[in-house]
T-cell receptor, first 109, second 115 residues
């Protein structure tokens, strides 16, 4: 089976940088994805790391370390609209996809 | 517009009254899946389907059924709903071609209340 652990809540100031961590235990691992979900909305895809290292997409970056079973999502130049829940997810090949418990990010002025 | 469409978006029903939540995608994706979302528990997979007539259980399949008779449709069936199935349900799809990011495309969600 798979389990992914995330902090439940994070608060950060507008304009700052915040890191959301995800540690995982999996029986088979193909990579780590990140999704954003605003209240009342559907999850939307942010990024995917198949290999170790940092992937950058605009203000968002995602990092993976397979040896440490650990990844994180880095959000820079925080904006109020970044207030949302963020989920890491581990695709089990093309079959099961297990999501983390989610981190609720609150951006304050 | 590429999308995953779920219906109904909101439903209040009573214990034991069979219901179906429909899901349809127009992206020709092979893989489709159902999740339920509950506070503090994240998204938990109920069932998934690799292709037409191929379905398998996720992590929380009890009390649910699915079918995949057509590639675009993947309905979720609650034969005898119970209050513990009160939840927010999401359908998602993705292609299963090799490589890629495995990005899941989600529907807008169906909020179900069972009294």
């Amino acid at each position: 089976g798979q389990s992914l652990e995330q902090p439940s809540e994070v608060t950060a100031v507008e304009g700052a940088i915040v890191q959301i961590n995800c540690t995982y235990q999996t029986s088979g691992f193909y990579g780590l994805s990140w999704y954003q979900q605003h209240d009342g909305g559907a999850p939307t895809f942010l990024s995917y790391n198949a290999l170790d290292g940092l992937e950058e997409t605009g203000r968002f970056s995602s990092f993976l370390s397979r040896s440490d079973s650990y990844g994180y999502l880095l959000l820079q130049e925080l904006q109020m609209k970044d207030s949302a829940s963020y989920f890491c997810a581990a695709p089990g090949g093309y079959q099961k996809v297990t999501f983390g418990t989610g981190t609720k990010l609150q951006v304050i002025p | 517009e590429a999308q995953v469409t779920q219906n109904p978006r909101y439903l209040i029903t009573v214990t034991g009254k069979k219901l179906t939540v429909t899901c349809s995608q127009n992206m020709n994706h092979e893989y489709m899946s159902w999740y339920r979302q509950d506070p503090g528990l994240g998204l938990r997979q109920i069932y998934y389907s690799m292709n037409v007539e191929v379905t398998d259980k996720g992590d929380v399949p009890e009390g649910y059924k699915v079918s995949r008779k057509e590639k675009r449709n993947f309905p979720l069936i609650l034969e005898s709903p119970s209050p513990n199935q009160t939840s927010l349900y999401f359908c998602a799809s993705r292609p299963t071609s090799g490589g890629g990011t495995g990005e899941l495309f989600f529907g807008e969600g169906s909020r179900l209340t069972v009294l």
